[in-house]
């Protein structure tokens, strides 16, 4: 596995994918929890408005940018795969070998996306 494939699936596969699907799974969600404790410090110190438009949006906005990132380095076949593993990370705790089954076929997507070479010769 190339560098660029092994951080892709890290960052990802693993991290963007497979947590948010145990996370969503469990119910909560520790990127919501930060945000609301960092939005409450700022609006105890400056309490405007328009600050706390800025902390609603906020999620939705880390998630966007983060499959945009998920797509320029792994395009489509980038996507499938942490679709894929988020999918894994639901299903981890109701059937674990599910979850582990779809985890692996989420890495397979996911280092054929960022390696070109090795997807061009799968393709032949």
Known sequence: M???SGLFIRQFVIGLGFLSGIFTAVG???QQEV???LGRAVRSYYPDPEISYLFVILPTVILFASLAAAYLKGKVLGLVSVLVAYCAGIFVLTSTRTGLLLLSAAVVPGVLATNRKLLSEVKA
Do not use: E, F
């Open 2 to 4: 190339t560098k660029k």
């Open 35 to 37: 945000i609301s404790l």
């Open 28 to 30: 909560i969600d520790p």
